[in-house]
């Protein structure tokens, strides 16, 4: 977990290890971008990135920590806000969203919370 530096992303981590038994997988050797997947399944519920601020359509540059997760497609545009969470940045934007791990974000109990219901619908 040495690439993921803030502190929500330390905290989801150690949350899917101690509520599911799973680890980040680094999948791609140039890439500082991990997954969590099911055991059994080997399904991905949860992506973490680090991305340059503008490919999620803010204006200014740098780069951010984010995770993407899977909701249901009727509450994916529901949770799109531009500013927290946003469409999902390298996954089907149906399914998927795309929420800031550092500055201005969500509670831990809410990433939680959408952790959970990504697990359940890989």
């Not at 680890?23 to 890439?31: A, D, G, I, T």
């Amino acid at each position: 977990m040495k690439i993921f530096k803030s502190q929500n992303a330390k905290n989801l981590c150690i949350y899917a290890k101690e509520k599911y038994g799973d680890e980040l997988e680094f999948l791609w050797k140039k890439s500082k971008n991990a997954i969590l997947r099911k055991k059994k399944s080997k399904k991905w519920y949860a992506a973490f990135c680090v991305i340059d601020k503008t490919q999620l359509g803010l204006q200014e540059e740098g780069l951010v920590e984010i995770v993407n997760l899977k909701l249901d497609p009727q509450d994916v545009l529901a949770f799109v806000d531009n500013q927290k969470c946003f469409k999902a940045y390298h996954m089907n934007k149906k399914h998927w969203i795309s929420i800031l791990l550092e500055g201005d974000t969500l509670s831990l109990q809410e990433l939680c919370g959408f952790l959970d219901e990504s697990y359940a619908l890989a």
